[in-house]
């Protein structure tokens, strides 16, 4: 069983910080891609930003310039630094990493977190 656990977001003024992290436990022989994705009320989820393991950046337009992702692979954990927040960026944020299992499974499955709340006070 192989899960993502999300830990900080919650609320921040506009122009603000906040950082997210996600943690993938359980079995894991390797990991692909990371990335977070978020979802707006009434919005579909949408890419933010994702993260190889050789640590290769892909961003959304949106945010570039203003967040950072960065992986620890020998922690499994993947970040999101967001700076100069705007209230459009409030949504629910999401964990997803491709994840092998085991060295017995080919291939790699989209594994995604709970989810955690940003809020950007105007």
């Known amino acids: 069983q192989v899960q993502l656990v999300e830990s900080g977001g919650g609320l921040v003024q506009a122009g603000g910080s906040l950082s997210v992290s996600c943690a993938a436990s359980?079995?894991?022989?390797?990991?692909?891609?990371m990335g977070w994705y978020r979802q707006a009320p009434g919005k579909q989820r949408e890419l933010v930003a994702s993260?190889?393991?050789?640590?290769?950046?892909n961003y959304a337009d949106s945010v570039k310039g203003r967040f950072t992702i960065s992986r620890d692979n020998a922690k499994n954990t993947v970040y999101l630094q967001m700076n100069s927040l705007k209230p459009e960026d409030t949504a629910v944020y999401y964990c997803?990493?491709?994840?092998?299992?085991?060295?017995?499974?080919?291939?790699?499955?989209?594994?995604w977190g709970q989810g955690t709340l940003v809020t950007v006070s105007s």
């Open positions: 993260i190889t393991s050789g640590g290769s950046t």
């Open positions: 359980g079995s894991i022989f390797s990991i692909n891609a």
């Open positions: 997803n990493a491709d994840i092998r299992p085991t060295s017995f499974v080919r291939g790699y499955r989209a594994v």
